[in-house]
């Protein structure tokens, strides 16, 4: 037994030293080649030390040092000696910190550690658990190359979602249609950058996908992305989950930073009870909106209602529990590794994904402000006052962004509770994303 | 190409804002036009038989029974 590890120990310092292996390498290659399309092969008889050596020849560690020079990323298509070594690596310390942020920081751990163990996984050497064949190129090609893991987390969130405050307070629906300004806004900024300056590239498309971070909406990102720009998926998709679970630290300065003291002490009157009927009717009358405008955002405020519809109605109470945790909790598993496959280094460790960040950054704070300000422009009519702090929760980021609202407000009066208004303006958030998601689709198709 | 792709960003802003507000807009019109309807026309009877009944029924047996107490009570 020692002597076999002896000789391991010294096969290895030899390779290291000598790049010995490299024969071996490609040995082990054709072989893999081999038995991927199973040709049948004999197996000959090998001394211990060609075994060992064809052993360590398929290790982790010799992938990183002696990358594969005819090794192909999931696409198919070539990658660079960093990407195929050392690139990995950083990417594996990359979802090391976003286990960290998930764990220690709570930033939106349901989607996050998926993502985060889907990118470590895609990460490893040899492997290829991220290509066509391995278990996470099945996942994404299984609900999300076709769109159907980001609409059944829409039936969930529309199971979930109570249309009560929207009802009794329409206007404040507004508010979630400003904040898509967000989405628009940064979307003509990365075109003009793309135009103007060197910094980054972006096609039409690219802009659009990336812009629609600031609808703070993750399935909507998701689900523009793969249609749009599905090479940007893993840093959208991270982009938007950690920038929705940021909304309380983002927020705020921008809410007080518009707003004045009395403004932010407006009191908003109580909202009137909401018939059940009204409720049921609600989600058909805006699917039947939007198929009269817009088919094209169907898909998703049709998912989105049709949970809604099960929910209010009262009658499939079974259905409605499935879809609010069950389903939706099964789906996000495999929609966190979907997104995470595609965090592999040679996809993920591009000067694209820091504009991505930065781009996406600037959207949601725009979307904010925009809703801010619509509040204020609304408080120029005659009519009821709106507190402008309910007017950054028209960002979707349901029910994160209304209590970032709330919070705010009870900072400047202990007794304000703006909750329930602000869920107005955030549910319809999610519906203008949607909107605006479905003006993108119909324009690129 | 060179203004091009601007032009088309800002086009795609004020169709896309365009649409999201005037689907917004309608949809706060349809609202209270919905919730008009229904207070005028069907106020709420499934509301108040479930918040009364319950408390009617109960009191309707409280009702019973103390009546029945009080008679037994009397016949003696």
């Known amino acids: 037994m020692k002597s076999i590890v002896l000789k391991f120990l010294a096969l290895m310092v030899v390779s290291f030293s000598l790049h010995a292996s490299d024969a071996h390498v490609a040995a082990v290659d054709e072989e893999r080649a081999a038995s991927s399309t199973h040709k049948e092969e004999t197996y000959q008889p090998k001394s211990l030390s060609e075994m060992t050596a064809g052993f360590f020849a398929s290790t ?21 000696d960093f990407h195929k070594s050392w690139g990995r690596v950083v990417m594996i310390l990359v979802t090391f910190l976003l286990f960290y942020l998930a764990i220690a920081k ?19 050497p040899v492997a290829n658990i991220a290509g066509p064949h391995g278990f996470l190129g099945v996942i994404y090609n299984m609900g999300l190359a076709n769109e159907m893991f980001p609409i059944i987390i829409f039936m969930g969130v529309g199971a979930m979602t109570d249309f009560g405050p929207l009802l009794s307070n329409p206007k404040t629906a507004l508010l979630g249609g400003a904040a898509q300004f967000g989405i628009f806004g940064t979307l003509v900024g990365a075109v003009a950058l793309s135009q103007y300056t060197d910094v980054f590239d972006f096609t039409l498309q690219q802009a659009s996908a990336i812009s629609i971070i600031g609808g703070a909406d993750g399935p909507t990102s998701i689900f523009i992305a793969t249609k749009l720009a599905p090479e940007l998926l893993g840093a959208i998709a991270v982009a938007s989950y950690s920038y929705m679970a940021l909304v309380p630290i983002i927020q705020p300065p921008i809410m007080k930073a518009l707003t004045t003291k009395a403004e932010r002490q407006i009191k908003m009157s109580t909202l009137r009870h909401v018939s059940r009927l009204e409720k049921l009717v609600f989600p058909i009358m805006v699917l039947s909106l939007a198929i009269l405008i817009l088919p094209d955002s169907t898909p998703l405020i049709g998912a989105f209602m049709f949970g809604n519809f099960l929910k209010e109605s009262g009658v499939v109470e079974r259905l409605n529990d499935t879809l609010q945790n069950a389903l939706i909790n099964i789906v996000t598993i495999f929609l966190g590794l979907g997104v995470g496959s595609k965090l592999a280094a040679d996809q993920f460790l591009v000067v694209d994904t820091l504009a991505i960040l930065i781009l996406g950054l600037i959207a949601f704070s725009v979307g904010t402000a ?65 909107v605006a998601a479905g003006v993108m689709i119909s324009i690129f198709g | 190409m060179e203004m091009n792709s601007v032009f088309e960003g800002l086009k795609i802003m004020l169709l896309g804002m365009g649409t999201v507000f005037a689907f917004l807009i309608v949809m706060i019109v349809m609202m209270n036009i919905m919730s008009k309807i229904i207070h005028r026309f069907f106020p709420e009877p499934n509301d108040v038989e479930n918040n009364v009944t319950p408390v009617q029924k109960n009191n309707a047996k409280k009702i019973a029974a103390i009546t029945a107490a009080i008679i037994h009570h009397r016949s003696k």
């Open chain 1, 370 to 434: 925009a809703g801010v300000i619509m509040a204020k422009i609304m408080n120029l009519f005659p009519g009821t006052k709106v507190n402008p702090l309910i007017g950054s929760a028209g960002v979707s980021a349901v029910p994160m962004a209304a209590r970032v609202s709330n919070k705010v407000g009870m900072e400047y009066d202990r007794s304000n509770m703006l909750l329930m208004h602000a869920m107005g303006p955030n549910v319809a958030g999610v519906i203008g994303s949607a």
């Open chain 1, 60 to 80: 982790g560690i010799n992938a990183i040092l002696n990358p594969d020079p005819n090794e192909v990323n999931a696409h198919g298509e070539a990658m660079s």
């Open chain 1, 106 to 124: 709570g930033y939106e751990p349901l989607l996050l550690l998926p993502i985060a163990f889907g990118g470590l996984l895609a990460n490893i």
